[in-house]
């Protein structure tokens, strides 16, 4: 399917229904490759697709009425295979076709493809391309949104950004604009999207919006999901508190419980939480948790509660992979405390202690541990650690 975004400029990309794990972690909505035919006096493709759906971009350049020959430019604004996996298939066909990308871009591009016979324009912030009279591409980097060689494409007339990664959703539908979607769904698809793909990068996010504060916006076309032409001002707000790390003053509890007696402290913590007007609770049992879910959570929690039964002297297996996964994605400056039970040999809580002092997160307690069965003194420390906790996070959520 191809959709005008405007007069000359036509998406082209593959929406790809079927994608529920995408590179490890889960995508319930699918996703889309957004790539984007840009046709005046020059015509230009910005960005292609996974490997697997080159034919559908082929089809697709037919299907807008470009011959594969008329096509000057293909801009690669990043090497990641979601976005470049068809040039292999795609540029011999395409016999006039000049790749523009940066020197970062070429070289991964190198690495993984045999890029011998590509002709190559390097470019880099502030070069311009024409692509005729009154159309001029004009280059971002933006290095680590989300790789080292990431960019994004400025058509200076139409003020029309071509925003790679950035902005981008994982969501597959046929309404290509965010004015045809439910803004709040859209808005919970890119945190989600942020959170699992850009959030280790918060920093240098909040550089490239500083950077792009003057430049006006009149559409946005990510290389995921759909393109922003009248939420633009919402989805900016949205980044720059992603960016910035901005908390709610919420509490999540994370854990795994083997015969559920850390379960019953997860309850004792909950009322605890609740005694604290104005925090929000979230439980997210490990086991009945996807990554994805974990990391959207994460991104506006103030705080978390980590439990782990011992299970041969190490914390839960699957609360170690969550554990591991939000490492990864780091989430600065969060507070924490552990609590799990064990039977003869310690480890759940006392590992997850460790993982917080890893995270540097401030730790709000010692790890709260009951042998075998929590007494009903180990549930008051429960209580107690758990509206210490929400406090914490309205203190957080207020900096
Ligand atoms: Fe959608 Fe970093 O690639």
Same mark, same amino acid.
């Given at each position: ?5 405007? /007069? #000359?400029?036509?998406?082209? #990309?593959?929406?790809?229904?079927? &994608? ?13 490759? !957004? ?10 493709? &910005? ?36 976005? +470049? ?49 009154? @159309? ?8 680590? &949104? ?16 071509? +925003? ?49 504060? !003057?430049?006006? %916006? ?7 999901? &759909?393109?922003? @032409? ?15 790390? @901005? ?10 419980? %083997? ?18 007007? #104005? ?27 980590? #439990? ?21 994605? !780091? ?38 541990? /009951? ?29």
């Amino acid at each position: 399917m191809i959709t005008s975004v405007q /007069a #000359g400029i036509t998406a082209v #990309g593959y929406i790809d229904w079927a &994608v529920r794990d995408f590179h490890g972690y889960d995508t319930q909505r699918g996703s889309t490759y !957004n790539s984007y035919l840009l046709q005046f006096e020059k015509t230009a493709l &910005v960005d292609t697709v996974k490997e697997p759906f080159a034919t559908d971009l082929l089809m697709n350049l037919v299907r807008a009425g470009v011959a594969p020959e008329a096509v000057d430019y293909v801009i690669v604004n990043h090497a990641e295979p979601d976005h +470049s996996g068809a040039l292999p298939a795609l540029l011999p066909l395409l016999p006039n076709a000049t790749v523009v990308c940066n020197k970062k871009t070429q070289e991964i591009l190198g690495a993984y493809y045999n890029t011998a016979k590509w002709r190559f324009q390097l470019v880099k912030t502030g070069d311009t391309l024409s692509l005729g009279v009154g @159309r001029t591409l004009q280059f971002i980097e933006m290095p680590m &949104v989300h790789w080292p060689d990431s960019m994004a494409t400025y058509l200076q007339e139409e003020q029309i950004l071509f +925003s790679n990664d950035a902005f981008g959703q994982h969501y597959a539908t046929s309404r290509r604009f965010d004015d045809e979607n439910d803004l709040p769904t859209l808005l919970f698809e890119a945190k989600s999207y942020y959170a699992n793909i850009v959030n280790p990068y918060s920093k240098r996010v909040a550089a490239v919006l500083a950077g792009l504060a !003057n430049v006006p %916006m009149k559409v946005i076309c990510p290389s995921h999901g &759909v393109i922003w @032409r009248s939420h633009i001002a919402e989805i900016l707000e949205a980044y720059q508190g992603w960016a910035a790390q @901005r908390v709610q003053p919420k509490v999540t509890i994370l854990f795994d419980s %083997m015969w559920h007696r850390t379960e019953k402290m997860v309850s004792a913590i909950q009322e605890g939480v609740a005694s604290v007007p #104005g925090v929000v609770l979230e439980v997210l049992p490990v086991r009945a948790a996807t990554l994805n879910q974990l990391a959207t959570a994460a991104i506006d929690t103030a705080c978390f509660a980590l #439990g782990s039964s011992t299970l041969n002297q190490q914390m839960m297996p699957q609360m170690a992979a969550a554990i591991c996964y939000l490492q990864g994605l !780091n989430f600065p400056g969060r507070a924490a405390f552990s609590f799990g039970s064990h039977g003869w040999g310690k480890g759940g809580p006392e590992l997850l202690s460790a993982k917080i002092a890893e995270m540097r997160w401030t730790e709000t307690q010692a790890p709260i541990v /009951a042998k075998y069965e929590p007494t009903a003194e180990i549930l008051t420390q429960c209580t107690q650690a758990g509206q210490a906790l929400a406090e914490k996070a309205l203190e957080l959520a207020a900096k």
